[in-house]
T-cell receptor, first 110, second 116 residues
Framework: GNSVTQMEGPVTLSEEAFLTINCTYT??????LFWYVQYPGEGLQLLLK?????DKGSNKGFEATYRKETTSFHLEKGSVQVSDSAVYFC?????????FGAGTRLAVHP | GAVVSQHPSRVICKSGTSVKIECRSL??????MFWYRQFPKQSLMLMAT?????????EQGVEKDKFLINHASLTLSTLTVTSAHPEDSSFYIC????????????FGDGTRLSIL
């Protein structure tokens, strides 16, 4: 079945640092790929998505590119802010469901 | 658009009580709704998938009689935790999708359930 491996956290960065959170997946077929963000005490919000190979999803300065050859969907941001502190989930789709990674906690300090 | 409202946000009750959690799609019709459970600092565990007008499909290991799911309309699904016990304490999150492909899912803000 489909599965996802996500970079372990926590990731601690200073404001304006570069962020990468790695995500690789195994899937049958060609899943759509999603990144969700969860702020403390809240549900999940869709951050960005990509539906086919080489697509780049982007939102709020975050980007991720659908890499079919490496089955990866790494999340990047050039300059993080304190307000980006949250838990980030990588989620490929499969069988009409989302398969969530373990989540990566990001803490950004001033 | 695509707002999902979950209620209540927090509930504390005694062991043995049944608790109902509502999930509403406010500005779209949700053909499919999902119920997840999240333990502290862990990922989301899918409990069940419900399609409007039909019985929910439960994931392996989830007790159907314990977690009753109803999806009677295109804008409302409910999860009832029957005869709740302390081990049922958790963060429950619903999501909704316009169609059965479940892409994308729109999430509610979750319900923190604490059983004393």
């Amino acid at each position: 079945g489909n599965s996802v491996t996500q970079m372990e956290g926590p990731v601690t960065l200073s404001e304006e640092a570069f962020l990468t959170i790695n995500c690789t997946y195994t899937a049958t077929g060609y899943p759509s790929l999603f990144w969700y963000v969860q702020y403390p005490g809240e549900g999940l919000q869709l951050l960005l998505k990509a539906t086919k190979a080489d697509d780049k999803g982007s939102n709020k300065g975050f980007e991720a590119t659908y890499r079919k050859e490496t089955t990866s969907f790494h999340l990047e941001k050039g300059s993080v802010q304190v307000s980006d502190s949250a838990v980030y989930f990588c989620a490929p789709s499969g069988y009409n469901k989302l398969i969530f990674g373990a989540g990566t906690r990001l803490a950004v300090h001033p | 658009g695509a707002v999902v409202s979950q209620h209540p946000s927090r509930v504390i009750c005694k062991s043995g009580t049944s608790v109902k959690i509502e999930c509403r799609s406010l500005d779209f019709q949700a053909t499919t709704m999902f119920w997840y459970r999240q333990f502290p600092k862990q990922s989301l565990m899918l409990m069940a998938t419900s399609n409007e007008g039909s019985k929910a499909t439960y994931e392996q290991g989830v007790e159907k009689d314990k977690f009753l799911i109803n999806h009677a309309s295109l804008t409302l699904s409910t999860l009832t935790v029957t005869s709740a016990h302390p081990e049922d304490s958790s963060f429950y999150i619903c999501s909704a999708s316009r169609d059965r492909t479940a892409q994308p899912q729109h999430f509610g803000d979750g319900t923190r359930l604490s059983i004393l």
